[in-house]
């Protein structure tokens, strides 16, 4: 069963020009996804309506078959879903660490030692100790995004939504981010889904949706599964 389905969604602000329209697409868990499309195919739109922070005006969104209208919101925004943002929306007074920790307080988890899982989470992401322990002003910019990354799945979320994570970032450090995504889904297994405007990020994906702008139709292309020697014709 997919993680999350989307049954034919439409988004408009005004009653009269769509954003969305009649969208439907499946994301399962082990894959990482990338959204791409010019601006205005409702990119951001459509990572705000799977993060529940905006309403659909028609369809339904399905969380592991449920119709996530139906579910407690803080706990879906909290348990089930982490959200990584492209200005990482990080508290600069706050350590990386301490960041990280905020976030596993927001989801209410008990967890025994909450800083040793965060220094764990942080390590999981690239960061020592001691950059784990300075001010995230502190430390650069590559580095903060592993921050947001690790925050945002310390409550260990089933799916995991990035917006242009890699968009403020030089090419190395984009493809560092990349392996940290990819490990997320094919390693443990989570569900990865990507927007963003680069070429490259997209051809790291498993499997790629295009976003037509004002349009109900959107396509669809596989990338190669992590685990496959060619890639899958369509």
């Known amino acids: 069963m997919s993680v999350l389905e989307l049954d034919k969604i439409s988004y408009t602000y005004d009653k009269k020009t769509y954003?969305?329209?009649d969208f439907s697409c499946k994301f399962e868990a082990g894959k990482v996804y990338a959204i791409v499309g010019k601006s205005g195919a409702g990119k951001t739109?459509?990572?705000s309506l799977l993060a529940g922070l905006d309403k659909l005006s028609d369809g339904k969104i399905l969380f592991e078959g449920k119709d996530i209208t139906k579910v407690d919101k803080y706990t879906y925004r909290s348990n089930d879903v982490g959200v990584v943002f492209q200005s990482y929306n990080l508290l600069p007074k706050f350590?990386?660490?301490?960041?990280?920790?905020?976030?596993?307080d927001l989801s209410k988890k008990k967890v025994k030692n909450k800083k040793g899982l965060a220094l764990e989470l942080l390590k999981k992401v690239g960061l020592s100790e001691e950059e784990a322990n300075r001010r995230v002003l502190?430390?650069?910019?590559?580095?903060q995004q592993r921050v947001a990354i690790a925050r945002a799945i310390a409550y260990e979320p089933k799916v995991v939504l990035a917006d242009?994570?890699?968009?403020?970032?030089?090419?190395?450090?984009?493809?560092?981010?990349?392996?940290?995504?990819?490990?997320?889904?094919?390693?443990?297994n989570k569900c990865v889904i990507i927007v963003t405007h680069s070429q490259d990020v997209a051809a790291q994906a498993d499997e790629v949706?295009?976003?037509?702008?004002?349009?109900?139709?959107?396509?669809?292309?596989?990338?190669?599964?992590h685990s496959e020697d060619e890639d899958d014709d369509e």
């Open 95 to 104: 350590t990386a660490r301490e960041n990280v920790e905020l976030s596993i």
């Open 19 to 21: 954003v969305l329209k």
């Open 138 to 143: 502190k430390i650069s910019g590559g580095q």
């Open 164 to 188: 242009e994570p890699t968009g403020n970032l030089d090419p190395e450090n984009q493809d560092a981010i990349m392996e940290i995504f990819k490990s997320l889904a094919h390693n443990d």
């Open 45 to 47: 739109t459509l990572l």
């Open 209 to 225: 949706y295009e976003l037509k702008p004002n349009k109900s139709k959107s396509s669809k292309s596989k990338k190669k599964n």
